[in-house]
């Protein structure tokens, strides 16, 4: 299985691929988070493949399920094929109403 990150996680696996998450914003709700957005819209990101032993650090590492949900996704590789990949997502109820789009 493959996961996708766009936030702190970048840059720490060497096997990681650059990957585009079409469909969604980067945004900060005190930390970066992602948000169902137009079909123009697109996240920057890597995707590397994980263990499910790996994934439950992750979900540990992300507050999962209590912060953030885990979502399986679509993301593009640079060749421009498609792969399912979970991606972690800020929950609604845990966020404040302080919305920024991430520069």
């Given at each position: 299985m493959k996961l996708f990150v766009y936030g702190i996680?970048?840059?720490?696996?060497?096997d990681a691929k650059y990957a585009i998450?079409?469909?969604?914003?980067?945004?900060?709700r005190g930390h970066d988070t992602i948000i169902s957005a137009s079909v123009?819209?697109?996240?920057?990101?890597?995707?590397?493949e994980v263990t499910k032993e790996q994934l439950k650090n992750y979900d540990?590492?992300?507050g999962y399920p209590d912060y953030y949900i885990r979502?399986?996704?679509?993301?593009?590789?640079?060749?421009?094929l498609e792969e399912l990949v979970w991606v972690?997502?800020?929950?609604t109820?845990?966020?404040?109403?302080?919305?920024?789009?991430?520069?």
């Open positions: 996680l970048v840059g720490t696996r060497e998450l079409p469909g969604f914003k980067k945004i900060v123009t819209d697109y996240v920057e990101g890597e995707m590397f540990w590492i992300e979502r399986k996704v679509k993301a593009f590789r640079t060749d421009g972690y997502q800020q929950r109820d845990a966020i404040n109403d302080k919305l920024m789009v991430a520069e």
